[in-house]
């Protein structure tokens, strides 16, 4: 069945360092999704990527999409404090089954 | 509009016990997701719904069943609770139409003693 993974599983920066978390999944997505959740909160909604080769940026946030459709980058440049948390992609595949990857927890030394 | 909301946030359960989990939406969303989230872990697929009436199996769909009977509501059933179901459960919506946001509702902690 459809499988997406992630990696690291952790990072630690010290703040104003870059941060990149990779995705990777077993069959061809129709969409990616990244998600953002705080400890003890629900995931937010950061973005979704439909095309293939597309490159969204949020600010400091740049998302990528590979050309095949099954691999995501979200880099984050000059971490913040407030960037902590942990950092989910979820692949989307055909009749909207959405699998999230296991996740990047993101600590950021001040 | 108060967006995803899910009812109760908190239940201690016994092993073999059985409780509903309800999930509404008030967004007019057509597909629904049912996600278990065990501690420093990701999200989990339980079930799924892609309208009313309609439910399909996700990742983990052993020991949960679920109803669509109206299309803002979704309910997690669990027949006879086990301690490995101990997790926080997200219900999630979405509406089909681009961007595919999933809106997450805050979640429900369950403990199976």
């Known amino acids: 069945g459809q499988q997406v993974m992630q990696i690291p599983q952790y990072q630690h920066v010290q703040e104003g360092e870059d941060f990149t978390t990779y995705c990777n999944s077993s069959?061809?997505?129709?969409?990616i999704q990244w998600y953002k959740q705080r400890p003890g909160g629900h995931p937010v909604f950061l973005i979704q990527l439909v095309k293939s080769g597309e490159v969204k940026k949020q600010k400091r946030l740049t998302f990528q999409f590979g050309e095949a459709k099954k691999n995501s980058s979200l880099h984050i440049t000059a971490t913040q404090t407030t960037d902590v948390g942990t950092y989910f992609c979820a692949g989307v595949g055909g009749g909207f089954k959405t699998i999230f990857g296991a996740g990047t927890r993101l600590f950021v030394k001040a | 509009n108060a967006g995803v909301t899910q009812t109760p946030k908190f239940r201690v359960l016994k092993t073999g016990q059985s409780m509903t989990l309800l999930c509404a939406q008030d967004?007019?969303?057509?597909?629904m997701y049912w996600y278990r989230q065990d501690p420093g872990m990701g999200l989990r697929l339980i079930h799924y719904s892609v309208g009313e009436g309609t439910t399909a199996k996700g990742e983990v769909p052993d020991g949960y069943n679920v109803s669509r009977l109206k299309k803002q509501n979704f309910l997690l059933g669990l027949e006879s609770a086990a301690p490995s179901q101990t997790s926080v459960y997200f219900c999630?919506?979405?509406?089909?139409?681009?961007?595919?946001?999933?809106?997450f509702g805050p979640g429900t902690r369950l403990t199976v003693l």
């Open positions: 999630a919506s979405i509406s089909g139409v681009l961007p595919d946001t999933q809106y």
């Open positions: 967004m007019n969303h057509e597909y």
């Open positions: 069959t061809t997505l129709s969409n």
